[in-house]
């Protein structure tokens, strides 16, 4: 996955930051990054914490989401500040991270349509819920998640193992997608891959919205809380795959914006990978209820409600 950072090579010309501003970003990354852990870690706590949450598919679904959430957002911060401390990292490492980061960013809009069809079958199918949607097969359902991301990104590594010297593996680059995996057909693949993402997830959200608009007007409360839902699901789906358009978007903004364009590519950074992350606990966690009850005391060190 193409990282937006600060000091980059682009057509054979560095971007580089000034020191002060330099540092004003990373501290900016770190902060936030560290932030939104911490409450991604107190959601975690207070799911492993009582058996409300873990016994219901929902509330799996929602830690699973925060989990992979937590992972690629510190996967991305490190490779942030790397990119200034270091620059230059081997490319193996490279590419453990970046292959951590592609799989994590693709679990992602998979895991909210799971979601947006648990929510459905809550709504529209009540009556068989229980028997739909248990734990064995929500688990079932995370691991085919991991495995259709893992198939999807693999064969970049692959590839690259089958077309490159092994010299290639030792030398240090700067670690983006592009540098750690060259081969110009894996950039046509990604591509082909976003666009069935794309339209598998969109499609889905699409169905199961009206679906669930045609129960809601029956003016039931729990129909018109689930359409809010969907809703939800689809704008923080639309943030995640903006990391599918951030290819083209950086080469129009190297043209229009030349000599900005290490600022460019910071608030492309903030916008395709913090933003999308940022969201998940407040959709998640503290529009709901049961959630919010418990939350609260974790994050502000209070001894949790009985």
Known sequence: MSRAALANVSGGVEYRDSLGKAVVKNVAVLAIGLSINYI???????????????CNPRYILFFHLVLNDMIQMSVSVILFVVSYALYRISVSVCGAFILMAVITSENTPLNLACMAAECYVAVCLPLGHARICTVRRTLVLIALIWTVSLISTFPDLFVTLATEPLEFFSTEVFCVRETAFPNPMLAQKRDITYIVYLVL???VIFFLYFKILFTAQLASNDSKKALRTIVLHGVQVLMCMTMYAEAPVKIALLRWFPENY????????IIVQILPRAISPVIYGVRDKCFRKYLK????CRKSPQ
């Open 262 to 269: 290490s600022d460019s590519l910071f608030g492309c950074y």
């Open 201 to 203: 997830v969109w499609s």
């Open 40 to 54: 991604n870690v107190s959601l975690m706590y207070t799911f492993c914490k009582h058996q409300i949450f873990y």
């Open 297 to 300: 005391h974790y994050l502000i």
